[in-house]
């Protein structure tokens, strides 16, 4: 029988490789973000802080990414930051040791300091992997499905404490977290093995040296615009949890669960849509032609705050499900977008600048989404996500316009 291993790439391997690490670093993130705001909830924390705590650590998650990817194309240390970020998740496990909610938030937000210097050097490598060998969307796509495999699993090892324990107090939260320091070593176990192995092999391909330092054009900016009002209005889960159990309209358990559900939702996704972005990209004979499919984000968008701030559960599970769906295509488009926009020499420095204004986003919307909760003013966090929403739309008119010139 012929040996059909010798048909897997060398770009296939390191993208496999690469979603295996970020699998095992999304069971242990993305079990605590699962309950992080329920958690804070029992210590007695409002929605206004919870969502401000949230906010804080995306902008630090994504605003940080601009120094770190100003550093990595500098220094052209990919394998130091990924270290020292993935080393970083040691926090999470750290939060089952106490119930000070001021030292949780010091952890959460150094949980997401550790994410933001070790993406650009993971992106950057693996957009150069993918670059006219697997396709740019295929590549991300597929390492996004094994990284949500791990968001699907992370939360479900809370789920599996609180249907054990037959409780959801603090106690089991506690245990919930401490037990996160099983897939942690195995992380950094398996970080320790492909950094050898990618080394000692040379799987990862070399960037092309006859490439020359570039600017970012304007078409990067445009997009950048549209992206931050396209984020500005979503919804985070930190909102949508805090407002399941605020309501008591689902279990501890089951609003893991639920958030366990949307991280299926965004695998299959992004596996998807990152066929038919690179579709779309030979279809149109444009680099840039994937950036189409983004005018889904705004419309979605604008359905998740309806569903999932509904009081029905039916709503609620399909909110989740269009929350997933979302989270499918921004980590699948938004992220291959930018290595078409964005010269190889300047992609560290495109993504820190991208994710800045990503995290900004986040932060201002999650923090007033949380204050308008607090002020029990559902519809006014319905009308903002929607204006946000719109003036997306509008921006992404203009992008559509800039990508066909480009390629006229």
Same mark, same amino acid.
């Not at 500098?74 to 080393?87: A, D, N, R, T, V």
């Not at 990284?147 to 249907?163: E, H, K, R, S, Y």
């Given at each position: 029988?012929?040996?059909?291993? $010798? ?54 998650? &994504? ?5 770190? !990817? ?8 990919? /394998? ?20 000070? /909610? ?19 050097? $993971? ?5 150069? %992997?993918?670059?006219?060998? %697997? ?41 919930? &977290? ?16 492909? &950094? ?10 070399? @960037?092309?040296?006859?490439?020359? @330092? ?6 990067? +900016? ?10 500005? !209005? ?46 779309? $990209?030979?279809?149109?004979?444009? $680099? ?40 499918? %295509? ?40 949380? +204050?308008? &909760?607090?002020?029990?003013?559902? /519809? ?29």
């Amino acid at each position: 029988m012929r040996n059909t291993s $010798k048909r897997v790439s060398p770009a296939v391997t390191v993208i496999i490789m690469f979603g295996v690490i970020s699998l095992l670093g999304d069971v242990v993130y993305e079990a605590a973000r699962g309950g992080n705001s329920q958690y804070l909830n029992l210590l007695g924390i409002s929605a206004s802080q919870v969502g401000l705590v949230f906010g804080l650590g995306e902008f630090l998650g &994504y605003g940080i990414r601009l120094v770190s !990817g100003l550093l990595i194309d500098k220094s052209k240390k990919h /394998w130091l930051f990924m270290f020292i970020g993935y080393g970083m998740l040691l926090v999470v496990p750290l939060m089952g040791l106490t119930a000070d /909610w001021n030292i949780l938030v010091v952890l959460i937000l150094a949980e997401r300091i550790g994410k933001a210097l070790r993406s650009p050097a $993971k992106d950057t490598i693996l957009s150069e %992997v993918a670059d006219k060998q %697997v396709g740019i969307g295929f590549a991300f796509g597929l390492q996004e499905a094994l990284d949500q495999i791990g968001a699907f699993l992370g939360p479900l090892l809370f789920t599996l404490v609180f249907f054990l324990a037959g409780k959801n107090g603090i106690a089991q939260y506690q245990a919930g &977290y401490r037990l996160l320091v099983v897939p942690y070593v195995a992380l950094i176990v398996f970080l320790t093995f492909v &950094y050898i192995r990618v080394s000692a092999n040379r799987l990862a391909v070399p @960037p092309d040296r006859r490439r020359h @330092p570039q600017r970012l054009q304007p078409i990067f +900016w445009m997009y950048t615009a549209f992206t931050f009002f396209c984020t500005l !209005g979503f919804v985070n889960f930190s909102t949508i949890g805090y407002h399941l159990k605020a309501e008591d309209l689902l279990s501890d358990g089951n609003i893991t669960l639920l958030y366990s559900l949307a991280m299926i939702v965004d695998a299959a996704t992004a596996l998807a849509v990152g066929k038919i972005y690179d579709f779309a $990209k030979e279809k149109l004979s444009r $680099k840039a032609g994937g950036l189409l499919l983004l005018i889904v984000l705004p419309t979605l968008s604008c359905l998740l705050p309806i569903l999932a701030l509904s009081r029905k559960p039916s709503l609620i599970v399909a909110g989740m499900v269009v929350f997933g769906m979302i989270m499918g %295509v921004q980590e699948t488009v938004m992220r291959s977008a930018i290595a078409d926009v964005t010269p190889f020499d300047k992609r560290g420095t495109g993504y820190g600048v991208f994710n800045t204004s990503y995290g900004l986003a986040l932060m201002c919307g999650a923090g007033l989404m949380g +204050w308008l &909760y607090d002020k029990d003013l559902i /519809w006014a966090i319905i009308v903002f996500s929607v204006a946000a929403e719109v003036i997306a739309a509008v921006l992404y008119g203009r992008l559509d316009v800039m990508v066909r010139k480009a390629n006229a």
